[in-house]
């Protein structure tokens, strides 16, 4: 049945007698607070004939991330929304990406696209272009997980950044989410403490109990002071830091001699409208003498291949376990973007579209 709609597609494509249509988002109204259904259009774009090197995808699981709260007020709208999905190929004129492969690539939130995997190679983007090994048993959502940006993220921050030593102790905000929990395994891997705090007490089970992070903590219900007392008696030597604010300034206010923050995001401040204010930072940084260094992954686009092999190798090898929160529908795909900056995903969080 599946092989009969890849030859049909092929044919109208081919003769040209057809018509293929890809279904897209649209941002027509800048986010104000939490996004909103209304402030998107789903279009349909009519797509032309394949030239020669093109391929026709197929999104099979798109990735909604923190980022995309964050970026889209520096576009002039009406924009096509940004972000990375998995797609496999349905019509190829590209001898080196035959149909039935899955490829990764910045498409944004749309469910069919026509491109040339030659002019995209080396563009970072949100989610690098690649032809996808097979990595079955594993479902390739992951290419958008722990063997993707987030899962690269976690790889640079902590062995670029927070160069974490056996015996230290990290603490890692935003812990259940998708950088978050690779983040606490990699600190584990390391020989460190690993101290997360995370917004439910679920959540916090799930990192101490499944993979065994030292302390958890639900940052929405303890005193945040009192519980890096108790989760980190000897102090923070690394704090990776996906949420920013109030929290993030206890936490760098109690770092040892010569900590290490790396600075990945702050999501506790996306859906504001004015800039949340919180505890001064500089004496502890130069007391401390801290190295506070913010990143964006894509500066280790060179090595992008080393992080994903890393991370495969410790999946493969039973040591990285991952979890994902998996929405269905493109229809869903702004209910599944707000469920993500609610809070609701432990692990990845994906929408699945065929
Ligand atoms: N620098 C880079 O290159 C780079 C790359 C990827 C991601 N990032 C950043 O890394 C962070 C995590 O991204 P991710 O993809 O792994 O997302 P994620 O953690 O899987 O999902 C977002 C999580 O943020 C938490 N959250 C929402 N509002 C919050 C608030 N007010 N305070 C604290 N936590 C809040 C929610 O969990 P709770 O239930 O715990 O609240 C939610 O599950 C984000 O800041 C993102 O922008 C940066």
């Known amino acids: 049945m599946k092989l009969f709609h890849f030859h049909f597609i092929a044919k109208r494509l081919y003769s040209g007698s057809g018509i ?9 109204k800048y986010f104000q607070g939490e996004p909103k259904k209304t402030d998107f259009q789903l279009v349909e774009e009519v797509l032309p004939d394949l030239r020669d090197g093109e391929i026709l995808t197929e999104a099979e699981y798109i990735s909604v991330d923190p980022f995309m709260r964050a970026y889209m007020i520096g576009y002039k709208l009406p924009v096509d929304m940004i972000g990375g999905q998995v797609a496999k190929i349905v019509v190829s004129r590209n001898e080196h990406y035959p149909i039935g492969k899955y490829v990764t690539g910045s498409f944004g939130w749309r469910t069919h696209t026509i491109c040339n995997p030659e002019k995209l190679k080396g563009n970072a983007g949100f989610a690098p272009f690649s032809l996808l090994p097979d990595i079955s048993p594993y479902p390739v959502s992951l ?32 812990a259940a989410g998708a950088v978050g ?8 891997l390391s020989g460190c403490r690993v101290v997360g705090f995370a917004g439910t007490d679920e959540k916090c089970y799930y990192l101490e109990k499944e993979l065994g992070f030292d302390r958890a903590f639900n940052y929405k219900t303890v005193d945040i002071k009192a519980a890096l007392k108790e989760g980190a008696p000897r102090k923070v030597d690394c704090y990776f830091d996906n949420v920013g604010g109030q929290i993030s300034s206890n936490i760098i ?40 260094e913010g990143f964006l992954v894509d500066r280790w686009i060179d090595r992008w291949e080393e992080g994903i092999n890393a991370n495969l190798r410790w999946l493969v090898d039973g040591k990285l376990k991952y ?29 699945k579209i065929k």
Do not use: W
């Open 253 to 292: 206010n109690y770092m040892n001699k010569y900590g290490r923050v790396a600075v990945c995001g702050s999501i506790s401040s996306y859906n504001e409208s004015c800039s949340p204010k919180a505890t001064i930072l500089q004496p502890a940084i130069v007391l401390k003498e801290l190295k506070i």
């Open 20 to 28: 293929i249509k890809a279904q897209k988002y649209v941002l027509t």
């Open 181 to 188: 929990t690779h983040v606490g395994q990699i600190g584990k």
């Open 143 to 174: 290419a958008l997980g722990i063997l993707g940006m987030p899962g690269n993220t976690a790889y640079f921050g902590m062995k670029e950044i927070c160069r974490p030593k056996s015996g230290e102790t990290i603490v890692v905000s935003g």
């Open 323 to 351: 979890e994902e929160k998996v929405y269905h529908g493109f229809d869903n795909m702004v209910d599944a973007f707000v469920g993500m900056l609610r809070g609701e995903n432990t692990g990845k969080a994906v929408v």
